[in-house]
């Protein structure tokens, strides 16, 4: 039985504690919730409709539940499930950066945890992969390998899920750039295979004079800041591609005429975690050599003030809180 208390990472505002948009207080919303949203965990306890889990059984839980069955489910669309929950998120479920994490709709939302991979990576498939894959995958998986060969695709951001949109396109295309301010995140995009691009150093320019002036055939935008998405838009050829998964919380404003005269195709919002997983999956083991240094850095609960002003200062990719059997992500 679980116990009636436990110990749990509690956002309080602005800068005490929490993922990096309530941190930075760019969303206004209530405290003194627990928060986290990326998952692995034991089985302790089941509801009387679980049918396919048992106590003991590793999982990972994927940051919004999914019932399988509604509309958006049986599309592959998991991320607008209508019975959809999302860890982390007030008036909706506590988070998972705590001892104990309630999770509904067990049966279709959480995984049994794949032997595929070694466990320390197993947070990974929670939020930051499928996310990474989505980005990726959802404008170039379908393409015709011998179009794919030719194209050039830029990743803007090379945090975690950046690093992991760089490491999908790399299994889809053969030329990806990478753009970030910040020398040791380009350093890490470099070494899992892309080419690093300092965003101080016209990174437009440089794009249209490797393409004979046209503009990247595919980009991903994983910042969620306006200024990154306008970049992605100046960067992008006429009828190339545009993936956001960033979460803005600001207005965009977008030229009328420019998305005209470009024809771009754009896609926004949340990854449809449990749709993807699978396919995302495979491209973690595949690439699992390459990323592991994203789950290098485990800290304790108490120590979580701490690992969030570090991964607000850009000084770690990726915190991993290690408690009582669960392993929770800090992105």
């Not at 059984?57 to 929950?85: H, I, M, N, Q």
Request: hydrophobic fraction near 40%.
């Amino acid at each position: 039985m679980a116990t009636k208390t436990m110990r749990a990472v509690v956002f309080k505002g602005p800068h005490q504690g929490t993922d990096l948009h309530w941190y930075h207080g760019r969303l206004d919303l209530t405290s003194e919730f627990v928060i986290g949203h990326e998952v692995v965990g034991m089985v302790e306890e089941m509801g009387s409709n679980v049918n396919k889990l048992q106590i003991g059984d590793k999982v990972v839980v994927p940051f919004c539940t999914a019932c399988s069955s509604c509309f958006y489910c049986r599309l592959g669309e998991s991320g607008r499930c209508t019975k959809g929950l999302m860890l982390g998120l007030p008036g909706q479920l506590e988070g998972g950066q705590a001892e104990f994490v309630r999770v509904p709709l067990a049966d279709t939302s959480v995984v049994k945890a794949p032997d595929t991979i070694p466990e320390q990576m197993l947070v990974l498939m929670a939020d930051i992969m499928p996310t990474g894959y989505f980005a990726a995958s959802r404008f170039l998986k379908d393409l015709p390998l011998s179009r794919r060969n030719g194209m050039t695709a830029v990743v803007i951001g090379c945090g975690p899920v950046g690093i992991c949109a760089i490491a999908t396109a790399l299994t889809l295309v053969k030329c990806v750039y990478a753009i970030d301010s910040v020398s040791d995140r380009l350093a890490e995009a470099a070494k899992v295979g892309a080419i690093p691009l300092n965003l101080n150093d016209n990174p437009i320019e440089k794009i249209r004079s490797v393409t004979e002036g046209r503009g990247a055939d595919a980009v991903m935008e994983v910042v969620g800041r306006t200024d990154a998405f306008m970049l992605g838009l100046e960067l992008v050829r006429p009828y190339g591609t545009l993936s956001s998964v960033g979460v803005h919380t600001e207005t965009l404003s977008l030229p009328g005429l420019t998305l005209y005269g470009k024809g771009v195709r754009m896609g926004f919002g949340r990854c449809p975690v449990r749709s993807v997983f699978d396919d995302a999956l495979s491209v973690l083991v595949e690439q699992q050599d390459k990323l592991a240094f994203l789950c290098s850095v485990k800290m304790s609960l108490e120590d979580a003030a701490q690992a969030y002003e570090d991964f607000a200062a850009r000084k770690v990719h990726k915190v991993v809180f290690d408690v009582a059997g669960l392993t929770n992500g800090n992105t």
